[in-house]
Every structure is written in C-alpha cells, then in structure tokens.
C-alpha cells in the first residue's frame, strides 16, 4: 500500500502537479465558453459594431480571455507548479513588450 | 517506479521534461510574437493588392481584387481547432484514469484515449485541410508570397503555424499506434501530458492569429 501511495506521489510529483486537475464536466464547459466567445467574435465582426472605436479592443479582449481560459485549464497552468507558470509568462512579458516596441517604433501605435 | 519517472528529477524536484517542453513552450512564445509583429508592422503597407481587408483595382490591367480573406471557413477552422483540444484533454483524462472501472457507455466512451487521440488527430487533418484551402485559393486569386508585404508575412505566419499543426498531427498518431501496439497507461501520462502541452499551446497561437490577422482591419 505504502509502495502504491509513494509511486503515485512520484507520478505526481515527476509532473510537478500541485492540484487536481479540472474534472470531464469542467473541459465541457470550458469548450462551449471558448466556442460561444469565438461566436461572438465572428458575429461582431459582421455588424456595425466593426466601425466602432471600441471594435479593435473588444476583439483583442476576448482573444485575450480565450488564451487565458485555454493556459489556464487546458493547459493545467492554474493548477500547475508556479515555476511552470513563470516559464511561460516570462517569455510572453518579454515577447509582448518587444511587440509592443515594434509598433511604436514603426508607428502603429500613434493616433 | 516506471521508466517514464525513474532518472528526470531536477533540483527543483520536478520532472526535466516538463521543464522542457514548458521552456520550450516559452521559446515558441517569442517566434511567433516576432511573427505576428512584423505581419502587424508591414499591415498597410502593401503597394500593391490583393489586401485582406479591402477591395483593389489593378491601375494597369482595371482587375478588381475583393478582399482577401475568408471569414467563415477561418472561422470554421478555428472552431475545429477549439474542439480538437477538448479532445486532447479528453484524452489526457482518459489515460490519467485507465485503471479506472468503466461500467457504462458513456464512461468507456471517455475514457478511450484510442477514441479521444484519434479525434484529436483528426481534427487536426481537418485544420490543415482548410488552410491548404485557403492558401490554394489565394494562390488562384493572385496573392503568392511574392505579390506584396502582405502576401509575405500572411504565408510565413500562417505556414509556420501549419507547420506547427502538421508536427502535432505526427505526434499523435505515433502516439496512437504506441497505444494500438501495447495501450498507453498510468506510466505514460507524462509523455501523453507533453504532447498536449504542444498541441494546446499550437491552439493558443491560432487565436491569437485569428484575432489579428483575420477580424481586425
């Protein structure tokens, strides 16, 4: 029994498991979330709204929640060891802010 | 212990691997955002068309070229995309949880990871399909990775995330014929947790690319 408990723990451990991972029920969820955003997505793209100031923004927002749901549960991010988490996020900081540069450096930035 | 866990600890007393496709992960982070900057530094920037957004009338010949892209098979693809990683984690659930009694229909339907890895791969096949659709009509519509700027960063965007996708596509069918040959067990869960590590972070991209390369104008 001790045997079973100690290469469980291993397995866990060897994926640097700090929780449970989302039960079936939670990634059902989860897909009709991300189809019911990319729905909205596509559908604001066909409507008024798409001259709006606020069109560009609001699709930037929910691609971002979309990312954020898919790292998060998906990916196990949330439930993850927080070094898996700063592997990942820090390379992203970096990567955005270089983009960031770019633009405002080639001018996409100003208004 | 299993072969799977025996040898990989670090100092940190997690498992080299998964410190490895998570660096890794991390790694493809900063090509693709390289990627998608210059695609959004050369936006506007084409001379001449076809353009994603816009209509344009070829001065020399008066061809008028519509818009580019195709939302709704994009959109399509990005859907197919979406489901595939439910059924990547679907299939990670079901390998975590083999020695799990089934009893009825609907436990043995989830927990297959023959069933969930082969849908996976599939839908993957579906993605590339519709890519190798767009990319063809683009072609016969005019824009090659010649024609302009937008051209250029559109195909190298998009073709290394296909590529990307065809690499995955790979991989799980290797893994689906390790799980034919012998099943894939509790011993197996990192390999299989890699795996979907890949092909969610390849998901996380496309919507990042379907956002800025597709809707906004």
Redesign the interface.
């Given at each position: 029994m001790d045997k079973v408990t100690h290469?469980g723990a291993?397995?866990a451990?060897?994926?640097?498991e700090q929780h449970a991972?989302p039960t079936?029920s939670t990634?059902?969820k989860?897909?009709v979330i991300?189809?019911a955003i990319?729905a909205v997505?596509?559908w604001v793209?066909y409507t008024p709204f798409?001259h709006s100031r606020l069109?560009?923004p609001s699709?930037?927002v929910?691609?971002a929640i979309?990312?954020a749901i898919?790292?998060g549960f998906?990916?196990h991010l949330k439930y993850d060891?927080k070094?898996?988490r700063a592997?990942?996020v820090?390379?992203?900081i970096?990567?955005?802010c270089?983009?960031l540069a770019?633009?405002a450096v080639?001018g996409?930035l100003r208004h | 212990?299993s072969a799977?866990?025996s040898h990989?600890?670090t100092t940190?007393?997690?498992?080299s691997r998964?410190?490895g496709i998570?660096?890794f992960?991390?790694?493809e982070?900063?090509l693709f955002?390289?990627l998608?900057?210059t695609y959004?530094?050369y936006?506007g920037r084409s001379l001449v068309g076809p353009f994603p957004h816009e209509v344009w009338k070829d001065p020399s010949t008066g061809h008028v070229f519509h818009s580019i892209l195709n939302?709704p098979v994009t959109?399509f693809s990005?859907?197919v995309l979406?489901?595939s990683?439910?059924a990547?984690?679907?299939a990670l659930?079901a390998v975590?949880n083999r020695s799990v009694p089934k009893r009825t229909l609907g436990d043995k339907i989830?927990g297959s990871s023959k069933l969930w890895i082969f849908v996976t791969a599939l839908l993957g096949t579906v993605f590339l399909s519709c890519q190798a659709y767009e990319f063809t009509s683009f072609v016969h519509e005019g824009l090659t990775i010649h024609t302009n700027l937008f051209g250029s960063s559109f195909f190298t965007l998009t073709g290394f995330h296909g590529a990307h996708v065809t690499v995955g596509v790979l991989w799980l069918l290797s893994l689906l014929v390790i799980d034919f040959k012998r099943g894939l067990n509790?011993?197996d869960?990192?390999h299989v947790?890699i795996m979907?590590?890949y092909w969610?972070?390849v998901?996380?991209v496309w919507?990042?690319i379907?956002?800025?390369v597709y809707?906004?104008?």
């Open positions: 290469q291993d397995v451990h060897a994926q640097g991972h079936w990634y059902w989860v897909a991300l189809t990319t997505e596509v793209y798409q069109f560009n699709l930037i929910m691609s979309k990312f898919v790292v998906y990916m060891h070094l898996f592997l990942f820090g390379p992203l970096v990567a955005a270089t983009c770019l633009l080639f996409h | 212990m799977s866990t990989h600890y940190t007393g997690l498992d998964k410190i998570w660096t992960i991390g790694s982070c900063m955002i390289t998608i900057s959004l530094i936006k939302i959109s990005t859907f979406l489901m990683s439910l990547m984690v679907l659930a975590e989830l509790e011993s869960v990192l947790d979907a590590l969610h972070f998901d996380v919507i990042a379907f956002t800025l809707l906004i104008k």
